[in-house]
């Protein structure tokens, strides 16, 4: 039990009127006396009269899985005992750093099924969220006494990428024509390397695919069908370092690249690609070989729910030469990592420059909205003005380092984070179609 503000503000009025026989007339010492009493008498019976801890059943109803980036709540059903009355129950739930702290509930239980309450939980980053437990506080009849209750729930609620999100941008791409390039064997005009068949040259047919050989063994003009190269080999490199562990519109960097790479993984199985997971901070991390069917799509999603934030800096060195000397065949690298200005990505560029010679990069970075905002706001006081010019001096450095890449032929791509996803799956079909690898 604890006293309410009400009851501090009585409290201290009544010390306001023990005063009054000092100042006034030593015969007022019975008022304050008898208020004191009276109080005393108010506050014991609020402390009977206030309902019981036993009185309320709480049955919490977990979910499974909290994606980062999506908003998910706990409902917990309270429900009082016959014969009791609660008033308004003030609801708190004790979360650990993962998740974002929750507002405070009030709800009123009610008897028979009782009253849900919804506690919202909003995850900042991949991991474990723990629930301990909820604090419950409701105040007696007179409001002088709350009863303060905390009843330990011990949750655990993992929080993983959003796989939703993931499958339902694929399935947006599944029936475009770009997406079933190398899943069957049919003929796109100009595309393909990989001969699929032989047919019957009619009007309209490109003149250059005409087997003249086979033509003249078989006395007819014969035309060669080609589709898609498929079986290439891809590999998804995530940058664990500190920069990618700083927020974008609330998620951080490496969160919104693995959700990316996600849709990849899942359209590169898809079409017969072989795809594989590799991580390096200040250190080396995962390593998932490539492999093909989209029954490895489970394997790479639990292994990128696995990769650990790191506060340490990128060593590009270490990484990159680690990864290079893992790949035996010529792959397509899609490297998610992020930079600052053109002192600290010099070796970067250098190293993926060295990668480059032997295999296809796209480089993946993430563009951040404020430093656009604060370049383009029109600046109303001087902080506002430096706060532009810095700003600026970073968008134009970063434009640099993506030409300098872009002059050594790997593939840049510099998107917001709501773009990147559709972005990211364009680009890998035009490499596809291209056939660059």
Not at 155 to 162: F, Q, Y
Not at 238 to 249: A, N, S
Request: proline residues 6%; glycine residues 8%; charged residues 25%.
């Amino acid at each position: 039990m604890r006293p309410t503000q009400k009851t501090i503000l009585l409290a201290t009025a009544g010390l306001a009127a023990a005063l009054l026989p000092a100042v006034a007339d030593e015969r007022l010492w019975t008022l304050w006396a008898a208020g004191l009493a009276g109080l005393a008498l108010g506050v014991g019976a609020d402390a009977i009269l206030c309902a019981r801890d036993r009185d309320l059943r709480l049955r919490p109803r977990p979910p499974r899985l909290l994606y980062i980036g999506e908003d998910a709540v706990l409902p917990v059903r309270l429900r009082a005992a016959e014969g009791s009355r609660f008033p308004v129950v003030e609801i708190l739930a004790e979360l650990d750093e993962i998740l974002e702290p929750p507002p405070l509930l009030r709800v009123i239980p009610g008897p028979g099924a009782g009253t849900e309450a919804e506690i919202p939980l909003r995850p900042r980053r991949r991991g474990t969220a723990r629930l301990p437990a909820l604090w419950l506080r409701w105040r007696g009849p007179l409001g002088l006494v709350a009863r303060v209750v905390r009843r330990p729930l011990d949750l655990s609620l993992p929080v993983v990428p959003d796989v939703k999100a993931v499958r339902a941008a694929a399935l947006r791409h599944f029936e475009s024509r770009e997406f079933l390039v190398g899943t069957k064997p049919r003929r796109y005009a100009g595309e393909g390397s990989e001969f699929s068949s032989l047919r019957e040259y009619v009007p309209g047919l490109d003149h250059r695919s005409i087997d003249w050989k086979a033509s003249a063994r078989h006395t007819k003009l014969l035309a060669r069908e080609f589709r898609a190269e498929r079986n290439h080999q891809v590999v998804l490199a995530f940058d664990t370092g500190h920069l990618m562990g700083e927020p974008v519109e609330g998620v951080p960097r490496l969160d919104r690249a693995i959700n990316a790479g996600l849709l990849l993984i899942w359209a590169g199985l898809k079409t017969g690609d072989r795809l594989g997971l590799f991580t390096f901070g200040d250190r080396v991390g995962v390593y998932a070989p490539p492999r093909g069917g989209i029954q490895a799509f489970p394997l790479l999603q639990r292994l990128s729910s696995e990769i650990s934030y790191s506060t340490g800096e990128t060593n590009y060195t270490l990484g990159l030469t680690s990864l290079l000397r893992r790949l035996s065949r010529r792959t397509l690298v899609v490297l998610f990592t992020e930079f600052v200005d053109t002192l600290t990505a010099e070796l970067m560029i250098e190293n993926l420059d060295r990668l480059a010679r032997r295999h296809l990069v796209l480089f993946v970075s993430l563009k951040d909205p404020d430093l656009v905002r604060f370049s383009s706001a029109r600046p109303r006081t001087l902080a506002a003005l430096h706060r532009a010019v810095v700003a600026d001096d970073l968008l134009r450095e970063r434009e640099i380092v993506l030409r300098r890449l872009a002059r050594r032929g790997i593939h840049c791509l510099d998107r917001e984070a709501r773009e990147v996803t559709a972005a990211l799956l364009d680009r890998y079909l035009l490499i596809k179609r291209r056939e660059l690898l």
